[in-house]
């Protein structure tokens, strides 16, 4: 007899949330799950990096950027240091221009003994004036009347054109005499200068440009130092020839006169300075911001003889200190106390210890 043994089929329930899968399938999912946050994480652990080197590149750009602007800044600035220097460099040039500009307003002061030259200026008051040495017009004087005095004094003066083969504008001109009758005259062992009077019809040609006659402007001590090296241009009637132009530099800006004209400072020039140079104008030529200036800074006096390049002219301070003594003032007030504090302080005592 046989036994037949049947197989029941028994449907299990799985209790919730337990999966159906076996153990390695379920340690499979959790290790993808685990992967998959460690993959989520470096993911975004990722992206804060790149971030943060984002920042720290742009930084460092800006940085970079700022370091770039300043080099750039710097080196326009020593540029600009640059250029301004190399415009205010005197050139060949400008000394033509200077020459040209100057030039018409140097006179040549004639007398029966010789000849000189003076240089136009005009005072604070509008008048106008020959300015040249004492010994140009000291007992070389033209009488023109009945009796021998210096009020009746004249002097020939011509004014060129530039042009040997045409004439000049020829006057005669008289001392300027002082209110207290004593002419406005320094002796040459003193401070060597003198004034001239231009007639009223000469002034009116002048203002009115019927004779050519440029403004000339004095040098300012009390704003700028006088330096050695700068270029200077003389002018005048050396041996009795026309307007004639030297060149050269300041050599020294305060040169004693010695025993000779113990009262005057001397500006020293290389620009040669001969017989019939005396009472012309020394200029100084500058550039200004890039503006080219031409200064007189002193009145032509002495050479040596025979040393071409070693000459003297009377310094701008002693001419307006002597003009402002005769009443012409050619400095402001302010300017002229500083030029009174500098004799007293630097010249004065000199004079009494020699």
């Known amino acids: 007899m046989s036994t037949h043994i049947e197989s029941k089929k028994t449907d299990r329930q799985e ?90 307003a140097t006179v040549r002061v004639e007398g029966p003994l010789g000849l000189g030259s003076g240089v136009i200026i005009t005072d604070r008051l509008g008048r106008m004036y020959i300015l040249t040495n004492g010994h140009v017009t000291e007992g070389n004087s033209f009488e023109r009347g009945d009796w021998n005095d210096f009020r009746d004094a004249v002097y020939k003066v011509t004014m060129y054109t530039g042009n040997d083969f045409k004439d000049g504008v020829s006057f005669d001109a008289a001392p300027v005499v002082q209110e207290d009758g004593t002419r406005a005259h320094s002796y040459s062992d003193k401070r060597d ?34 330096r050695v090296g700068t270029p200077v241009i003389a002018v005048g009637n050396p041996f009795g020839e026309r307007d004639h132009v030297s060149q050269g530099i300041i050599s020294h800006t305060h040169a004693s006169g010695g025993s000779l004209e113990p009262e005057n400072v001397f500006v020293r020039t290389t620009a040669p300075i001969n017989g019939g140079n005396s009472g012309g104008g020394l200029f100084a030529v500058v550039r200004e911001s890039g503006e080219l200036k031409v200064y007189l800074v002193g009145i032509n006096t002495w050479g040596y003889r025979g040393g071409d390049g070693v000459s003297g002219s009377i310094d701008m301070r002693i001419v307006a200190l002597e003009a402002e003594s005769w009443g012409i003032p050619l400095v402001s007030e302010e300017v002229l106390k500083n030029y009174q504090e500098w004799w007293e302080r630097d010249i004065k005592p000199r004079i009494q210890n020699d």
């Not at 992967?35 to 742009?58: C, D, F, I, K, T």
């Not at 009115?208 to 700028?224: K, M, S």
């Open 15 to 104: 209790p919730h949330g337990v999966s159906h899968e076996s153990p390695q399938k379920r340690g499979g999912a959790t290790l993808r799950w685990v992967l998959a946050s460690l993959l989520g994480a470096g993911s975004a652990a990722g992206g804060g990096y790149l971030m943060y080197e984002n920042v720290q590149l742009r930084n460092n750009q800006d940085d970079m950027e700022r370091r770039l602007g300043d080099a750039h800044r710097s080196f326009q600035k020593e540029v600009d240091g640059v250029r301004g220097q190399l415009s205010d460099v005197v050139n060949l040039s400008d000394l033509d221009e200077a020459a040209e500009y100057v030039t018409p």
């Open 193 to 226: 200068l003198a004034v001239l009077h231009i007639p009223p019809e000469i002034e009116r040609k002048i203002i009115q440009g019927e004779i050519r006659v440029p403004a000339i402007h004095l040098w300012n001590h009390a704003e700028d130092k006088l």
